[in-house]
């Protein structure tokens, strides 16, 4: 596939129709399956892509499945729940044998009970570690409500959509559990990783607007040295560090997954000469955007 065909699917039945699944959901933004009804039909391997709607997959086997998510593989252990969100490249290898149920969604499902989803769920930002590993009890909890939800989803009811909406509300409450164990929750924080915290989540909405760190520190009504000192204290990181790896990453990204040429990426990344990127790209990568691109670094 060349980078000019990286498609973009809107729902999750365009999905199933690339990769040849049979399968099709019959409620507007939404659909649960078990995923060992991948086989034999659909694809075991799919090149990158990106998708509009958000998915949560809650395995039981892994096998030698991998997931790829913007150039990085992530690493898949025992029990991993993962969550794709819209916007990211995607590209995955599945085993024959993989087990679990995949939930898909878009925000407009939940609009009306939750409508800033990500506020109340930040486990969907795309600054997130996007899998989470399970205990036991978690897995099993997960299994009993998924399993309930398939059957909710395969018996027509007057108030089905109702009760799926519920139900998904339900699990994504106790997904956000799950992450809050994976990280200390912020009334136990000290102030300098709640400002690294609220810093970093200003960089993923804000490293293509600007690149100066007194931006940043305008916005979190701190001096920019006061930033720049606490970031350091939690990361090891200059702030500058952390916004500069950011735009790196979407350099990479648009770099592999895209035709545009390298004149435009700089542009689109705000910079104001082709010359200023490329100098950027090398220095933080050692190599040209150009090399990059032919090597497939």
Same mark, same amino acid.
């Given at each position: 596939m060349s980078k000019t065909q990286v498609p973009v699917f809107k729902n999750s039945n365009d999905l199933y129709e690339a990769i040849g699944f049979p399968h099709r959901s019959h409620i507007p933004n939404f659909d649960i399956h078990a995923i060992d009804e991948l086989e034999p039909s659909s694809s075991r391997c799919m090149p990158p892509y990106r998708q509009d709607f958000f998915q949560i997959a809650l395995l039981t086997y892994v096998g030698n499945s991998r997931l790829n998510i913007n150039t990085d593989w992530l690493e898949l252990g025992e029990h991993p729940l993962w969550f794709t969100v819209p916007g990211q490249v995607v590209s995955w290898v599945r085993d024959e044998k993989i087990a679990g149920f995949n939930i898909t969604f878009k925000k407009?499902?939940?609009?009306?009970?939750?409508?800033?989803?990500?506020?109340d769920f930040p486990f969907l930002k795309m600054s997130e570690n996007q899998v989470l590993m399970m205990t036991k009890d978690e897995l099993n909890s997960l299994l009993f409500?998924?399993?309930?939800?398939?059957?909710?989803?395969?018996?027509?009811?007057?108030y089905q959509e109702k009760m799926l909406e519920g139900m998904l509300v339900s699990i994504l409450y106790y997904c956000k559990a799950i992450f809050e164990r994976h990280k200390t929750t912020e009334n136990s924080l000290s102030r300098g990783q709640v400002i690294t915290q609220k810093f970093e989540n200003l960089v993923e909405k804000m490293y293509i607007d600007t690149?100066?760190?007194?931006?940043?520190?305008?916005?979190?009504?701190?001096?920019?040295?006061?930033?720049?000192?606490?970031?350091?204290?939690?990361?090891? #990181? /200059?702030?500058?560090?952390?916004?500069?790896?950011?735009?790196?990453?979407?350099?990479? /990204?648009?770099? #592999?997954?895209?035709?545009?040429?390298?004149?435009?990426?700089?542009?689109?990344?705000?910079?104001?000469?082709?010359?200023?990127?490329?100098?950027?790209? #090398? #220095?933080? /990568?050692?190599?040209?955007?150009?090399?990059?691109?032919?090597?497939?670094?």
């Open positions: 407009e499902f939940l609009m009306q009970v939750i409508p800033n989803l990500i506020e409500d998924a399993k309930r939800m398939i059957s909710v989803f395969q018996n027509p009811h007057p690149k100066n760190v007194s931006d940043y520190a305008d916005v979190l009504n701190i001096t920019p040295s006061y930033l720049t000192t606490m970031i350091k204290q939690q990361t090891g #990181k /200059s702030a500058k560090d952390i916004i500069q790896e950011r735009l790196l990453l979407e350099s990479k /990204s648009l770099l #592999k997954f895209s035709d545009l040429d390298i004149a435009e990426i700089g542009y689109r990344l705000n910079f104001q000469e082709p010359t200023h990127f490329t100098r950027f790209f #090398k #220095k933080l /990568s050692g190599t040209t955007p150009n090399r990059f691109r032919q090597e497939g670094l």
